[in-house]
């Protein structure tokens, strides 16, 4: 057992994950050695059709067998079909003993619960939410989840230490040399962004599709030269839940007032000028703050450079309005983006690679200004946790908040200072996903809150008139006032989830809960 | 046997229910939802002040909890003994 350089105690050991490299800083560890790669193909003009006759042929045809990994992109969200009928069909087929390693899992997976019960899947590196994460949290699984942030998938996949068997890829159109378009079709989903590492560097490509079109489709994300069998399918999920999950800026005046802050300490920083780059993401709080930085950009004549990640209808304005000058776009939240990205030029799509690993010749995250994250708790040393609840649950994945706050030149988290009765800002988060050193500032409703190591950012805001600032001490002991003392997790020792770092290093780790 | 309750299940509030227990019983309270899995030490603790400031004995209080902080937990479950105990239903 040795502790990372968070203090967090990780064993040198985890049954079911192997040996860990403990967290040692955010930009400490350096790669050696080459990219790992896929299997090499040989397609001649002997073969100019890829289809198969349904999706248990394109399994058989795949060579997936037991024991192996399979991986799947979330861009259909809560809508999505494919996974779920990829698993049912394996679990058909006699498949078992799978990792799945999706991008992400929602809701709708749910159904896989059976599939974790009867053996079909035995591990899963990717993040777990609702029923799937309750399930692992009480000890459902008997190998850790690996939580994996949108950069430190691609990194691992790249450099090797995620081998992808098979993968499926949801494709919104498609033609039968694997062309694969995410903008068309009544499934479309826009960018495809996440499904492109797996698309090259997996031993088996499989594009899933409900909407054949003669080849050569066009416009193409990911092109015939990495799918090596298409299948067409009745339909590959809901047009209602691919575009859920997009907030609505929130209404709640305790969250505009937390957005207003924080938009002034954008506008109070150094890179409220032109040329500015921001990402905001889907959520209530930075929705609005997006809402108001607008109102300044305007008011003050400023015009940024672009906007990055999850992409929504909101930025998509602010691209029409010429407010950004781009739009990268790995996610598209709503029918909105998914419009744009398929019509404007200047709105383009960008591979999870691209948008934020660590391990290339540099992402996008890198060229980022602000960044606003949420999380589930803070903690008085400016570490975050996103991954689990108040009650020790495993219920989120880590998405790009570990690759944004690291890149960023600003990064912004900003929440309510309690939810419910439960504090959102504590002595020791429970989890760490992310690390303080690279957290600039909190901002809740009694104020913004800076790491004292921006000493920059702290002087830029006492020199602007009536911005609320508070100190760590004051916002933390005003939590633990109105909240009164908390008891502790109770958990067993086994290691439910393992939390990497962005480079592969062991941030924290989850344990089981105790049963009552 | 009787009952009153006091509360909602509004965010930030919750709902109490309190019966009359046999003489010699004493206090037993239970508590579910949102916060009860960091917070029921304190929250039994604010119940059993409450209860004991207002002088009762035998009680049984069950708590559907959604995120209420100590002030608000403390009103509502006076509320509802002073509805129990007669005054208004």
């Known amino acids: 057992m040795a502790k990372n350089a968070l203090g967090r105690e990780i064993p040198d050991f985890i049954e079911g994950y192997g040996k860990t490299k403990p967290f040692q800083g955010a930009f400490a560890l350096k790669p050696e050695g080459y990219r790992a790669g896929g299997k090499i193909r040989c397609v001649n003009s002997t073969c100019t059709d ?12 795949s060579g997936l067998k037991s024991g192996m990994t399979v991986s799947f992109h979330h861009h259909l969200r809560n809508g999505d079909y494919v996974v779920n009928m990829v698993i049912d069909a394996c679990a058909e087929m006699g498949i078992k003993n799978l990792t799945l390693f999706p991008t992400a899992l929602f809701g709708v997976h749910k159904k896989l619960i059976e599939h974790i019960k009867n053996g079909v899947i035995t591990r899963i590196m990717g993040s777990v939410n609702g029923p799937i994460g309750q399930l692992v949290s009480e000890g459902g699984m008997d190998v850790p989840v690996v939580l994996r942030s949108h950069g430190g998938r691609p990194r691992a996949v790249a450099s090797g230490d995620v081998h992808i068997d098979v993968a499926f890829i949801a494709a919104p159109t498609a033609d039968k040399y694997g062309n694969i378009c995410g903008t068309q079709g009544q499934s479309a989903c826009g960018s495809l962004g996440y499904a492109f590492t797996d698309a090259q560097y997996a031993d088996c490509v499989v594009a899933v599709t409900d909407n054949l079109q003669p080849y050569p489709v066009a416009p193409v994300s990911i092109s015939q030269v990495y799918a090596d069998i298409v299948v ?23 969250r505009l007032l937390i957005a207003k802050y924080a938009s002034e300490l954008i506008e109070a920083s150094p890179y409220f000028k032109d040329g500015i780059s921001f990402q905001t993401g889907a959520g209530g709080i930075p929705l609005a703050v997006t809402a108001f930085m607008k109102e300044a950009m305007i008011k003050k004549g400023i015009k940024g450079s672009f906007g990055l990640g999850g992409i929504t209808g909101y930025f ?7 407010l950004v000058e781009r739009l990268m776009d790995v996610q598209s939240f709503d029918l ?17 690679d691209w948008y934020a690993n660590p391990w290339n010749s540099g992402a996008a995250v890198n060229m980022l200004d602000v960044v606003i994250l949420g999380a589930t708790e803070v903690d008085v040393n400016f570490n975050a946790n996103v991954n689990t609840e108040a009650d020790g649950a495993l219920l989120h994945g880590t998405g790009g908040h570990q690759d944004t706050a690291a890149g960023a030149k600003l ?65 933390v002991s005003r939590a633990h006032k109105m909240s009164g003392p908390t008891d502790p997790v109770a958990t067993e020792d086994r290691i439910i989830g393992v939390v990497e770092w962005r480079d592969g290093t062991v941030i924290d780790v989850v344990r089981q809960l105790k049963t009552k | 046997m009787n009952t009153a309750q006091a509360g909602t299940l509004e965010s930030m509030d919750c ?44 009680i049984e209080i069950s708590i559907q909890d959604n995120g209420a902080l100590d002030i608000v937990l403390g009103a509502r479950v006076e509320a509802a003994v002073k509805r129990l105990m007669g005054g208004e239903r």
């Open chain 1, 316 to 322: 998509v304005e602010l691209l029409k309005e010429g």
């Open chain 1, 411 to 475: 990064t912004i988290i900003a929440q309510p200072l309690l939810r419910g009765r439960i504090p959102c800002v504590t002595d020791n988060v429970y989890s760490v996903t992310t690390p303080g050193e690279v957290v600039d500032a909190i901002v809740t409703e009694y104020g913004i809150t800076i790491n004292p190591k921006r000493k920059d950012l702290l002087d830029a805001c006492s020199a602007v008139k009536g911005l609320p600032l508070v100190s760590m001490d004051e916002l």
């Open chain 2, 15 to 58: 709902l109490v229910t309190v019966s009359e227990a046999a003489s010699g019983t004493g206090v037993k309270i239970q508590i579910t939802g949102s916060s009860a899995a960091r917070f029921k030490s304190a929250m039994e603790k604010k119940v059993s002040e409450v209860i004991a400031s207002m002088g009762v004995k035998d």
């Open chain 1, 232 to 254: 067409e399918v009745p339909s590959i999920g809901d047009p209602a839940g691919i575009v859920s999950g997009t907030t609505k800026v929130t209404r709640d005046p305790l």
């Open chain 1, 336 to 352: 909105e983006a998914v419009r744009s990205i398929g019509e404007n030029p200047k709105h383009i799509e960008i591979s999870a």
């Open chain 1, 50 to 61: 890829k289809r198969v006759s349904d999706i248990k042929a394109a399994i058989a045809a």
